[in-house]
């Protein structure tokens, strides 16, 4: 569910519609009812506490440049954005967004032994919080209308969008367009510009 749907609306409207089922009404005591309200308790809980961090963060860092220029990316408010800067401290130390991606545990490795040669794969050896986040903003990126991550996704995935594999490893190119994304934008003090990638004469995408 997306940040603008009230779970307890929604909770509340599946509760109305299970009254007229076969399961339901149950009484109020029931332990069907107590473990429904438990769950609601423990929605309102965590959200009430992703609001005081979004606030907090906000206060502390509004007035931070780095911070205003990352949550001008898709799929970065102001948790992800505190993270990334938490985790990775000032990013123009990294001068090659390659540097980057090997922090986060975002770069390619392939596993060799004598003649064998294995697929190459992240390595997983970086930051696995600050990986985690870049993963989680390139999902949220995905399901805005339009921007350049939307855009590589569904290229990715148009061949057979039910593959799970493949959405799994169209994930991943996201999370990794995500951090070379986040690395640029601070580096040149710019915000980001939505643009769509293009196949250059060679085959390769733009980063």
Known sequence: MGRKVSKERLLSDIYATAVGSVGLPVHPDSDAVRMF??????????????????????????DLPDYRLLTTIPGIGPINAMTILAEAGDLRRFRHHRQFLKFCGMDLATVQS????????????????????????????????????????????????????????????????MARTVHAVVNHGEPYRPFFEGVSPGGRTSL
Request: hydrophobic share 40%; proline share 0%.
């Open 37 to 62: 309200r438990l769950v609601l308790a423990e929605g309102r809980s965590l959200v009430r506490q992703r609001n005081e961090i979004e606030a907090r963060a906000v206060e502390l860092l509004s």
């Open 114 to 177: 004598g003649m064998f040669r294995g697929q190459s794969r992240i390595s997983k050896y970086g930051n696995a919080r600050l990986r985690r986040t870049l993963w989680m903003a390139g999902q949220t990126a995905v399901l805005k209308r339009t921007n350049s991550f939307r855009d590589k996704f569904e290229r990715y995935i148009s061949k057979d969008r039910h593959n799970a594999h493949l959405r799994r490893k169209a994930y991943t190119a996201i999370a990794a367009k």
